[in-house]
Structure formats: C-alpha cells, structure tokens
C-alpha cells in the first residue's frame, strides 16, 4: 500500500556540494532541481500529497546572508518557471501548492511570486504539495494556538471547544491527511522541528544518500519499506 501523504526532510545539499567542491548554494540549486524530479517520481506514483521541508525558520534566521541570497534566488527563479513554463512539473501534474511556515518574513518580491504560484495552480486537484519555507514545527503550533486565542476572545469558540480537531483545523496543513510516510536524506535520524504534531505516528524511513544524490530506485526501496510496515497508530 501506498502512502497517501509522504513528508520529505531534503537534507544533504550543502554537504553534497562540498564534496563535489563547489560551494553551498550549488548544492541548494542541484537540491531543487532533485526535488523537481522526486515529485514527479511521486506524482507518477499516485501519491496525493507531499509536504517538502525546503528551508526551516532557524535556517532562514542563521544560514550566512550570501548562501541564504542565493537559496532564495534560486527559490524565486523556481516560482518563475512554475508560472510560465507548461511543461514544469507542477503543471504536467496538476500540482496544487502550498506555502507553509512564516513566509510574511521572506522578501516582498518574493512572496509576490509566491502568491501568483498558488493563484495559478489552485485550481489543480489531482496532486498538492506544501512547500515549508521559514518553517517551524514549534512556531506552527504557537500560530495555531494565536488564532484559536483570538477566536476565544471573540466568543467564537469556548475553552471546552479546544481538541485535536479544532487545532488540526487551524495548522498550517488544515484540510489535508497528516502525513503516513516521513523521508530523510543525509544521514541525521531526527525530524528537526518538521511537522511535530502531524507526525506522531507517521512511518519515519531514513537514508545516508545526500538529498541531490537520491534515486529513483531508493525512492521507490522507501515506498516500498513503508508498505512492508504494520502501522500501529499508538495501539
């Protein structure tokens, strides 16, 4: 059995790149171009939903100001191409995207391009992808808890209103499965503030293979893990 929504932690690219001499921001441009071809591995697949872990809220805040430039170039020219260009992957699938994370912190022009991404492709329904970029797990939940506080506060909503569907409903992925599958690439073996309410009992399958690095056959060698797998849900 397939996963219906399959997370994805895409780290290694800096690592990658060093290996290979080049400096960081390459291995971020040879990580886009992966996380290109792994949706449409994915889309190919059947798999619905997939929730991609671009860059996270401490990496926007520490990253070195010249490779965090060149991250979001990169990210830019991407949303560019998912705009104009019919044959991008986004489009030949029927992608729906999303954005997820704090992104009113990302540059103006770019969310700019980021919101004509998701005027564009809102209409698809075939495939959706959540794209975390100045994400937070923690900062997630504490945005969710504001909302239902101001919702308090307005009478909308009382304190014995408050369960797991009420907050589900106001996390960033409302609407949408939480994830069965959890991907890492690079060799860490941890979810690093990814989706920490969504994952409680998603299938963690981990890999030493760089992010830029990952093939299709370890693609599918992950599918395939999960499907062998007899999922518990804390039973």
């Not at 290996?19 to 449409?40: D, F, I, N, S, Y």
């Not at 970029?133 to 909302?147: F, H, P, R, S, T």
Request: charged share 30%; aromatic share 8%.
């Amino acid at each position: 059995m397939l996963p219906q929504h399959v997370g994805i932690i895409l780290d290694g690219n800096r690592r990658f790149a060093r290996e290979l001499m080049k400096t960081p921001w390459l291995g971020h441009k040879m990580g886009l171009e992966k996380a290109r071809t792994v949706l449409g591995w994915a889309c190919e697949r059947g798999i619905k939903y997939v929730t991609a872990y671009v860059l996270s809220l401490e990496n926007f805040q520490t990253r070195p100001k010249k490779e965090l430039k060149m991250i979001l170039e990169y990210f830019g020219e991407e949303m560019d191409n998912i705009v104009n260009d019919a044959n991008h992957v986004i489009n030949r699938f029927a992608v729906q995207v999303r954005f997820i994370g704090r992104t009113h912190i990302l540059p103006d022009k770019l969310q700019a391009k980021m919101r004509k991404v998701e005027q564009k492709t809102k209409g698809n329904k075939k495939h959706t992808i959540n794209i975390a970029i100045a994400y937070g797990g923690q900062q997630e939940l504490v945005d969710a808890m504001k909302k239902i506080l101001q919702e308090g506060l307005a009478g909308v909503i009382k304190p014995s209103d408050l369960d797991e569907t009420l907050l589900k409903e106001h996390l960033y992925t409302n609407g949408q499965p939480y994830p069965d599958m959890i991907l890492r690439t690079g060799g860490e073996k941890r979810l690093s503030n990814f989706l920490p309410f969504q994952a409680a009992y998603s299938e963690l399958i981990f890999t030493d293979t760089k992010w830029p690095a990952l093939t299709e056959k370890e693609f599918d060698s992950a599918l395939k893990e999960f499907s062998s797998r007899q999922r518990r849900f804390g039973r």
